[in-house]
């Protein structure tokens, strides 16, 4: 299990541009893939996208295609979700988590390691 902190969360208007890191405790972090996840309140956790180990793979969600793009530095071990253009919408607790494999999955169960989340709120 590897411990994740999320960071970059924030209020702004729509139409901005945020970027959220993810910091993971050691490098076994390198050998499984991550992902982002969102909550709203209420509501049980939501896709929004992931990465393979190797960072070549990706998948997300279609509420955020073209306008987020996930990708990781393993050296620094460490995943970030860039998010441009966002809307009301997109406001909600964004999670980061670690996978069971090094295979890119759009599957809560698929993933074995959570932060404790930031908040993005998005004005319009």
């Known amino acids: 299990q590897v411990t994740l902190v999320e960071s970059g969360g924030g209020l702004l208007q729509a139409g901005g541009s945020l970027r959220l890191s993810c910091a993971a405790s050691?490098?076994?972090?390198?050998?499984?893939?991550s992902g982002w996840f969102r909550q709203f309140p209420g509501k049980e956790r939501e896709f929004v996208a992931s990465?393979?180990?190797?960072?070549?793979?990706?998948n997300y969600a279609d509420s955020v295609k073209g306008r987020f793009v996930i990708s990781r530095d393993n050296a620094k071990n460490t995943v970030y979700l860039q998010m441009s253009s966002l809307k009301p919408e997109d406001t909600a607790v964004y999670f980061c988590?670690?996978?069971?494999?090094?295979?890119?999955?759009?599957?809560?169960?698929?993933?074995?390691?959570w932060g404790q989340g930031t908040q993005v709120t998005v004005s319009s």
């Open positions: 988590a670690s996978g069971r494999t090094a295979i890119a999955t759009m599957r809560s169960a698929d993933f074995d390691s």
């Open positions: 990465i393979s180990a190797s960072g070549f793979f990706t």
């Open positions: 050691d490098r076994t972090f390198e050998n499984y893939s």
